[in-house]
């Protein structure tokens, strides 16, 4: 891997695990909370305007995937990418290091 890829991808995992509100999108969207609307009524302080730029950003990094559902009144829902998928692996590892550094 060349050290440009590198540097986005640190920089992508350093976003993310970084911020919280990307990480509470991360958790909704893995316990089948998908709609902006449930999101947002699911975590006290969330915006619209936070979970629309943690969505945008989520997306831009290949990590979920909007889908457009046709009806009326249209709604949306985000589902993880396979590299999404693979992602929360980090994810994962990161929050038990977290867990095991709290024991100690």
């Known amino acids: 891997m060349n050290q ?3 540097t986005s991808v640190g920089r992508m995992v350093e976003s993310i695990i970084g911020c919280k509100w990307s990480l509470s999108v ?4 893995r316990n089948g909370i998908n709609r902006p609307g449930e999101m947002q ?3 006290d302080g969330l915006t619209t305007k936070v979970l629309n730029e943690r969505l945008v950003k ?3 990094f ?3 995937d909007k889908e457009v559902f ?3 009144p249209p709604h949306v829902e985000y589902h993880f990418t396979p590299f999404g998928r693979k992602f929360l692996e980090i994810i994962d590892v990161v929050e ?3 867990s ?3 024991e100690h």
């Open 4 to 6: 440009e890829k590198e």
């Open 26 to 29: 991360l958790h909704l969207i």
């Open 41 to 43: 009524r699911q975590v």
């Open 58 to 60: 989520l997306s831009r």
């Open 62 to 64: 290949g990590i979920i």
């Open 70 to 72: 046709p009806e009326s």
């Open 96 to 98: 038990k290091i977290q």
């Open 100 to 102: 095991e550094m709290n």
